[in-house]
Structure formats: structure tokens, C-alpha cells
């Protein structure tokens, strides 16, 4: 079991910043990969960044400039420093991961409100 705890969401104006974390109760060495992915009412959940375990990361286009994922290996903490933030970055925003000793299931997070007013 992973346990994945996340922080940081909230109400921003258009233009603004915030910064999303996830703590996993499993050492960032075990794990494959960690994801931020989003779901908007009535969308299907999207991947918005992902970070591998040596480091490589990805983003979906909508957030490539805008968003970066990072982590700290110490605290077991993923970011998703989100700025230059849209209408439509509006969602919950889930962290998830994907273990090595069982790559074919990924542990979720229970989500975060991102909510940004233009």
C-alpha cells in the first residue's frame, strides 16, 4: 500500500500562482514514476506532469512553460508549482504513483480543489 497525501490547493485569481504537494508514505526509490493528473466536472481525468524515478519529467501541452513538477527526495514530496494560472486550469487535481514492485496498479490521492477566477 502507498499512501499519498496532498496540499496546496485553493481559490486564485487568473494570472496568479500556487504550489500543490503530495507526500507518499513510500520512499521516492520505490516508486516508478508520480503523476499530478486533473479532472474537471463532467471531463475525464487528464494527465497534467509526471515525474519518473531518475528524474525525467513530462507535462500535457496545455501546462508545458506554465507548470513544473519537482520533488524532494528527502521529504517523499512531489510539487506541481502551477503559474501564469487559466480559467481553465480549473479542477481537482490528483497526485498518484506507480510502484516498482507492482507496475500494472497506481495509487491516488484523495484530491485537491484548484479553482482560478478570471
Known amino acids: 500500500q502507498v499512501q499519498l497525501v496532498e496540499s496546496g490547493g485553493g481559490l486564485v485569481q487568473a494570472g496568479g500562482s500556487l504550489r500543490l504537494s503530495c507526500t507518499t508514505s513510500r520512499s521516492i526509490f520505490s516508486i516508478n514514476y508520480m503523476a499530478w493528473y486533473r479532472q474537471a466536472p463532467g471531463k475525464q481525468r487528464d494527465l497534467v506532469a509526471r515525474?519518473?524515478?531518475?528524474?525525467?519529467?513530462l507535462y500535457a501541452d496545455s501546462v508545458k512553460g506554465r507548470f513544473t513538477i519537482s520533488r524532494d527526495i528527502a521529504k517523499r514530496t512531489v510539487y506541481l508549482q502551477m503559474n501564469s494560472l487559466k480559467p481553465e486550469d480549473t479542477a481537482v487535481y490528483y497526485c498518484?504513483?506507480?510502484?516498482?514492485?507492482?507496475?500494472?496498479?497506481?495509487?491516488w490521492g484523495q484530491g485537491t480543489q484548484v479553482t482560478v477566477s478570471s
Open positions: 515525474i519518473f524515478s531518475g528524474g525525467t519529467t
Open positions: 498518484t504513483a506507480n510502484v516498482f514492485e507492482d507496475t500494472s496498479n497506481n495509487y
